[in-house]
């Protein structure tokens, strides 16, 4: 029985990105080079657990950090990701872009 195969590209697992430095996180890059773009969202106020909801976007980690701690609320990190695939070799290898939207004042 043939069992089809494919790879996945820039899942590798990195021995160093588990001991990175406080504060800091390693930017991954998809099978195209594109870089992740991070937005952050805090928590809606009174949101029922078991589905998340937004209730505004703060422009980067410190802010959201900071936001939480005021309000006690949870804050949310969310990348954009489009799957790719390569069948240029023998092997099929699928990967993954990072989606280039810029982030909406709100």
């Not at 588990?18 to 195209?32: D, E, F």
């Not at 240029?88 to 290898?93: E, F, L």
């Amino acid at each position: 029985m043939a069992v089809g195969a494919t790879e996945a590209v820039g899942q590798e697992k990195d021995p160093e990105a588990g001991r990175s430095s406080r504060g800091t996180r390693k930017v991954r890059a998809g099978l195209t080079g594109g870089v992740e773009v991070q937005r952050f969202f805090l928590a809606k106020t009174g949101g029922n657990n078991s589905v998340l909801e937004f209730s505004k976007e703060v422009p980067g980690e410190p802010e959201a950090m900071v936001e939480s701690l005021k309000t006690g609320l949870s804050y949310f990190v969310v990348s954009e990701w489009r799957g790719v695939a390569d069948f240029s070799g023998r092997k099929p290898q699928l990967g993954r872009e990072a989606v280039r939207n810029t982030p909406k004042p709100g």
